[in-house]
């Protein structure tokens, strides 16, 4: 991947690879992304997991290249000059190896001519500083994939949760107040107006796998219930906003898929894919809907990994609490 030389044309990179994606895999994308490792894409020095635009594009290039290893690192990491990160260790980058971009975005103190760090940012405005001496400045870094680095010890792949598929949709379903019927006849569906899931039952279903990675698909629905996110659900089926929506669905199961994979059931696959080209249009003709798509997602996933008890309340507000920051400077910034 050439390095960015801005958002636009990083977003345009973003969204040609996914729209490539969907015209090679259609909904069974979905099928491919969830055998990358059973872990989301995280730093292979301090661990932490990438989030948002970024874990989604990471995971995009592993299941392109065929990576199933999680980690990432960069050219710093990799050359560790001063033995810091792996000072017993000799590491060397493979030959032809390319690197991956990722975006940060941090706080930029026009006064003093310095980036911060967010928490440093959140510090100064405590302090009295004004929010108008800061602006949201954007960089992109090279990273690359453990695949690709000689002498990185190999990747343990995690054991399997302790939480179980039908476990983890009764936590959410108690969790987030939303209750989950098998009356559906034949339609899986859930009812806004009412803030219910409606299944059919569990014995039409090829395997209780299925039935559960269509609660999942669903439950991400209710997550945009006002009481929750309050995200736009208008729109009737076939529209626009219709098809946008099941965009966001999608990736939120995915996100969710480090707990319990859910791939495209065959009936899945012939609800949804009319809407594959939809997405398709939308995103090379407009590429921050994707952008815009995952943000939404990423927030889902974060609120139902809370609600099913997988991540603590602090650990919720600090996801949380980083994406509204980022998307009311990036608000601030491009009108």
Partial sequence: MARPMNKDEYRAQLAEAFAHVLEEHGLEWKKEWSGRGGEAPHNGVTRACYRGTNA?????????????????????????????????EKWHLKKGSKATYVEYWYPYDTKNRKALTWEQYRDELSHGRKDTEFRLSTRYTPVFNARDVEGMPPWERPEAGDISADELIGKLSRGMGVPVFTDGGDRAYYSP?????????????????????????????????????????????????????????????????????????????DNHKAYVQAWVQSIREKPETLVKAIRDAQAAASFMDWKAGLITDKEYERARGSVLEVQQKRRERER
């Fill in 56 to 88: 989604f594009w990471l995971s995009l290039i592993s299941m392109v290249k065929g990576y199933d290893d999680p980690r990432w690192v960069t050219m710093v990491q990799i050359m560790d000059q001063g033995g810091k990160y792996h000072p017993k």
């Fill in 193 to 269: 107006a009412h803030d219910q899931i409606h299944l059919p039952a569990p014995e039409s279903f090829l395997s209780a796998y299925a039935f559960n990675a269509t609660a999942l698909h669903e439950l991400a629905h209710a997550t945009g219930h006002p009481s929750r996110l309050g995200r736009e659900q208008g729109g009737g089926f076939g529209s626009a906003a219709y098809a946008y929506e099941e965009l966001v669905a999608e990736m939120c199961s995915c996100f969710v898929g480090v707990n319990l994979t859910a791939e495209a059931t065959p009936a899945h696959i």
